[in-house]
């Protein structure tokens, strides 16, 4: 009797554990593979449709180029995992039965309890939430004036808010327009928890772009036009942009498996405390224990060059893909009797986005431990036509690089 493996999710991780199970199992099980949008979407590169709409077809893959015709793809919004009888429970749609299933659900945009913040603030998790940002920036603008500025603030100065503030300020400098920008992260430091030479240099763009940085900066309450600060006077906002963390999705609230604010709890196979699930990408906390996955020749390089690794990876396209390429194989093993092999992430280097520009830390096989320029540019770039190309045609890659 065929086996039925459900993949819960379409971004990086779920992309690649489909692709990666329809190779290993070779059409010796039955596939389901259940996302809320029918594609691909190109999170690290979504915030250019903040400055050019017209991005918007060049971050999408549908979903039918990525899969196999034998695999069975459900639209639907997941609302619950039933460990017990092994189900995936649907908002639409008939649920869907399962032996195996691998969660790849991503995460929600965190909101901490803050009085005002999610009925306020705008979110940059999908397509649509770009296109929002889009609309109501162009609005802002069209009713400000050199005298009275339209005020776009964003929360929050990790990955995602320093891309955006990025993208704000190209926006800005393309139209001329009359726009302040005001940076804002509760921690001391901007793109906190890394290296300060990093840090320093993604300042420096965003200050050579007028970006106006608060840290230290601790929000307590945000109404229709005023952000209110625990400390300082108000900051009032035409445009408020919410990216002060995540946490994981709801529909992982009442499975009965460990977890922490709805992210699985994963070994360094994938497997959470419920045997026959498997959860990876942002939708878990994998643990980074190496036992029992024998490094090759190049992950032991790897390993020497950066020897420092933390107990979870980080929340990266490239850790939610090398996941994805593993659990295929993992969830094969499983179905064959065999044990699951173990696996570790070891950081290649990181690469943002400031606008047009970029800073790359740490990228292995490059002596600068900090550069920026058409270097970075070229790498940043490198990142998403290889992701195109593994995954879905080299061609495509091709014209991203081109379009991008």
Known sequence: MSRKIAVLGSGYAGVAALQSLEEELEGEADITWVSETDYHLLLHEVHRCIRDPSVREKVVIPVEELKDDDTEFVQARVTGLDVDERVVHLDEGDDVEYDYCVVCLGSQTAFYGIDGLEEHALTLKSLGDAMTINQKLSAAVSDATDDDPAQVVIGGAGLSG??????????????DAPVEIHLIEMEDEIFPGHDH???????NKLDAKDIEISTGTVVSEVDEAKIYFENGDPL???AFVWAGGVTGEDALSDADIEKDHNRAY???????????????????LVDQDAEGGPLSEQDA???IVHPDTDDVPPPTAEAAMEEGEHVGKNVARMIDGREPVHWSYINKGTVVSVGEEAVAHDVIGIPLNTFSGPG???????????WIGESYSWPAAAKAWTDM
Do not use: H, M, N, P
Not at 162 to 175: H, K, L, M, P, S
Not at 197 to 203: H, L, T, V, W, Y
Not at 266 to 284: E, H, N, P, Q, Y
Not at 376 to 386: C, D, E, P, Y
């Open 236 to 238: 009032q906002y035409d």
């Open 197 to 203: 030479e990093f840090q320093g240099a993604i300042r």
């Open 162 to 175: 320093i891309q955006t503030a990025g993208e704000v300020a190209a926006y800005r400098d393309e139209r």
């Open 376 to 386: 970075a540019r070229v790498l940043k770039k490198v990142i998403s036509a290889r």
């Open 266 to 284: 994963s070994s360094s196979t994938f497997k959470t405390s419920d045997d026959r699930v498997l959860a990876i990408g942002d939708a878990a």
């Open 301 to 303: 390089w790897e390993a």
